[in-house]
């Protein structure tokens, strides 16, 4: 009873099989044969392969937020420039400027080989007076001589601060600094004679609005006269000065693993004689 159920059954079988009396093997149906399971394991492979892998989707949008900082992450080194003569500075398309940045930011001070000389000090944000005050010739002075450059007679230069400001508004070449008696115990001479002497390696990070801008690390002193940004760089030329550098690292925002965020690292650029090196 159970094999005629079984018999009526396979009567709906849609895809009956001939007898192996009647099957014949050819060469090209093998070919389709081997052809197709190829394609099929190729198929499954690739399939596999794409479950397996995860999926990055790019996505780029504008902000259209003001208010909140970009951090700059940077570590460079300037071979031949003391720490002393090297300052940061900071400008940005709304006009905010940032000059001589000290905040945040470690120097250490090099030989010309690249070996430390010393710890790495982080600067102070305040400026300390820069006159020693041992100094018996300064005492003397009352309203110390600005040596031609002052505008009135009433104007005094008792610091060598002072003379350079003045020198500065006059827009001429500042005379030697060792014969100026302001600055015989000031620390920029020390400073000016060793510009060219050391290295320095700068490293911290800094916060800029984010909107289109640059920042730029130079020797001299930094100042802006009639909107334009310029570098004090004397008693010296800008052509003395060898500002090859080294970027060991550079990076904008945080740092996410799995994108190069900070792809001039290892970087190394090449400018004598006060050539500037830019980076876009």
Not at 52 to 67: A, K, Y
């Amino acid at each position: 009873m159970s094999s005629q159920i079984i018999d009526k059954f396979k009567q709906f079988d849609a895809y009956a099989k001939t007898l192996e009396d009647f099957k014949v093997k050819t060469a090209t149906g093998a070919t389709i044969t081997v052809a197709g399971i190829f394609v099929m394991m190729l198929l499954f492979l690739s399939e596999l392969y794409t479950y397996m892998s995860p999926n990055i989707s790019e996505e780029l949008f504008v902000d259209t937020s003001r208010g909140h900082k970009l951090r700059i992450n940077f570590d460079i080194t300037v071979p031949s420039i003391s720490c002393s003569y090297l300052v940061l500075d900071a400008m940005d398309s709304s006009g905010e400027q940032h000059l001589q940045m000290d905040h945040n930011i470690h120097k250490r001070r090099l030989d010309l080989n690249g070996n430390p000389i010393d710890e790495p000090k982080k600067e102070e944000i305040a400026v300390s007076s820069t006159i020693k005050q041992n100094s018996s010739e300064l005492a003397t002075i009352t309203c110390g001589s600005c040596y031609g450059a002052a505008f009135n007679d009433s104007q005094c230069c008792n610091t060598c601060e002072d003379v350079k400001e003045a020198y500065r508004l006059r827009r001429w070449a500042l005379p030697d600094l060792a014969t100026i008696v302001q600055c015989k115990d000031d620390e920029s001479l020390e400073k000016a004679n060793l510009a060219l002497k050391e290295g320095c390696q700068l490293y911290g990070y800094m916060e800029v609005n984010r909107v289109g801008g640059s920042f730029h690390i130079a020797p001299g002193k930094s100042f802006t006269i009639n909107h334009v940004h310029v570098h004090d760089v004397q008693p010296y030329s800008s052509s003395a000065f060898n500002t090859t550098h080294y970027i060991n690292h550079l990076s904008f925002g945080t740092n996410i693993k799995s994108a190069n965020t900070a792809p001039l690292d290892g970087a190394k650029g090449l400018a004598k004689e006060g050539k500037v090196q830019s980076y876009i």
